[in-house]
T-cell receptor, first 120, second 116 residues
């Protein structure tokens, strides 16, 4: 259990276009989903946290109008890179945290396989 | 704020040899500590975690890590590696806030390459 998928696994687009990446929790409900960005040889950087039914919380330095996040259901969050440019090329990873009845000291994040975005 | 340092970007090792992947962290608050593994074309998987209690934690596939508060370290070890252990390993920390929150801060990763 606790499988998270991402679609597409890779995408190539032209500069100026928008790209949507989906993150789905396949076998559990996720109240919270996270979006990360990973550059080669660098760590995962948290971009934003999204809670189902509410606006995403963006980390400092992340443009919310550039990276639109929607978390419309308990199993789906989407990241749209608007007006993409070559510097947006990166590996985007999502994770999801289960909806739990109790509040354990730590609620594990389950990660998707990532989406490779290349902007030409 | 937290930061995580993984000094070794790559660690080559022969099969059946021991290995240690180093992780040091910095934080002004108490933290939980994690090791994640990423196999090619797959998502990150939690390998082991330290939340509280015994400072030595183990995974089901023979890895162990020890939380050393004085040295702010959480090194990952395995006494005998297998070719299937070849993967990227990420160390991460999260503030131990009551009620969750639990944002993860990752290190840059260490590529473990096991050779025959």
């Amino acid at each position: 259990g606790a499988v998270v998928s991402q679609h597409p696994s890779w995408v190539i687009c032209k500069s100026g276009t928008s790209v949507k990446i989906e993150c789905r929790s396949l076998d559990f409900q996720a109240t919270t989903m996270f979006w990360y960005r990973q550059f080669p040889k660098q760590s995962l950087m948290l971009m934003a946290t999204s809670n189902e039914g509410s606006k995403a919380t963006y980390e400092q330095g992340v443009e919310k109008d550039k990276f639109l996040i929607n978390h419309a259901s308990l199993t789906l969050s989407t990241l749209t890179v608007t007006s993409a440019h070559p510097e947006d090329s990166s590996f985007y990873i999502c994770s999801a945290r289960r909806k739990l009845a109790s509040h354990p000291p730590y609620n594990e994040q389950f990660f998707g396989p990532g989406t490779r975005l290349t902007v030409l | 704020a937290q930061s995580v340092t993984q000094l070794d970007s790559q660690v080559p090792v022969f099969e059946e040899a021991p290995v240690e992947l180093r992780c040091n962290y910095s934080s002004s608050v108490s933290v939980y500590l994690f090791w994640y593994v990423q196999y090619p074309n797959q998502g990150l998987q939690l390998l082991l975690k330290y939340l509280s209690g015994s400072t030595l934690v183990e995974s089901i596939n023979g890895f162990e890590a020890e939380f050393n508060k004085s040295q702010t370290s959480f090194h990952l070890r395995k006494p005998s590696v297998h070719i299937s252990d070849t993967a990227e390993y990420f160390c991460a920390v999260s503030p131990s806030l009551p009620g969750g929150g639990n944002k993860l801060t990752f290190g840059t990763g260490t590529q473990l390459k096991v050779e025959l």
